[in-house]
């Protein structure tokens, strides 16, 4: 089980990547919250298994067809239970 905090850098507000990151973690039984920052970046907190937060990061790097993903920071975050993933 992987615990990580993502930070996405890029055209990722106003274009529907929270929605669009809460319709992947679904798809890969992801937990956790989304949310946007007040400098324009998306925080991610997500927990899943291994192989489910890899393909989940994937669809992440994609996004949806109006944003443009600059840079993602992954890093390992606290071991915080969350029991659904929930848009902030």
């Known amino acids: 089980m ?5 930070m996405v850098e890029g055209r990722v507000q106003g274009v529907g990547y929270r929605y669009f990151v809460r319709s992947k973690a679904f798809k890969y039984n992801i937990r ?26 994937m669809e992440l790097y994609k996004g949806p067809p109006l ?4 840079k993602m920071d992954i890093n390992n975050s606290i071991n ?5 993933f929930r848009i902030m």
């Open 2 to 6: 992987k615990n990580l905090h993502i």
């Open 32 to 57: 956790g919250t989304v949310q946007n920052t007040k400098d324009k970046k998306v925080e991610i907190y997500c927990q899943g298994e291994d192989d489910r937060i890899e393909m989940f990061i």
């Open 80 to 84: 915080e239970e969350f029991s659904d």
């Open 67 to 70: 944003a443009m993903i600059l």
